[in-house]
């Protein structure tokens, strides 16, 4: 009887099977690139809408308390001062107190990023400000809290950062 020879090498099957796991590795590898690249794009977009929003919290810090770019302009929105309600992401139907047209109001002079700069990014920036008497009830507002809004496209709809910021009403006779 003959002797029958050891089998060296690999079957078709084998074969297959080894391929199929690696296209499986492959495919797994490049959805992880692809949402690495996604996500880079997103912390991109957002830091930079932090950099408009603190560069306009910057601004308004200078601005004097009764400056009129932060006059209390949309009372409805004072409970909503921050945009919580998401509406700003609605076509119609919100007005905020301030935007683009409002930083050079009465020929006041603004240096911060020009909208030029924004717009040619897709950013857009608001600002609500709302007049809260929180601590003595006497029906002069103590302070100004004030919610800067940079917001930009992002698939169908927008995202958005909101930054906030205080002013306290300088005139002790009227906070006391």
Do not use: C
Not at 110 to 120: C, D, Q, S, T, V
Not at 150 to 162: K, S
């Amino acid at each position: 009887m003959p002797r029958q020879g050891i089998q060296r090498g690999m079957s078709l099957i084998e074969v297959m099977v080894a391929v199929a796991l690696l296209l499986i590795a492959a495919v797994g590898v490049a959805q992880m690139t692809r949402a690495g690249t996604a996500l880079n794009a997103d912390s991109r977009r957002i830091t930079r809408a932090s950099a408009i929003a603190q560069d306009l919290l910057g601004q308004i810090q200078t601005w004097d308390y009764d400056d009129p770019r932060i006059a209390n302009t949309a009372t409805a929105n004072d409970a909503d001062y921050g945009d919580g309600s998401q509406s700003f992401e609605a076509a119609t139907g919100f007005i905020a107190d301030h935007g683009e047209a409002d930083l050079t109001l009465n020929g006041l002079d603004w240096n911060g990023i020009p909208l030029a700069e924004l717009a040619a990014a897709g950013y857009q920036r608001y600002w609500n400000v709302a007049e809260p008497d929180d601590t003595n009830s006497n029906g002069i507002p103590d302070g100004k809290r004030i919610a800067v809004i940079v917001r930009w496209p992002h698939g169908t709809g927008f995202r958005r950062l909101v930054l906030y910021t205080a002013k306290v009403n300088p005139s002790p006779s009227e906070r006391l």
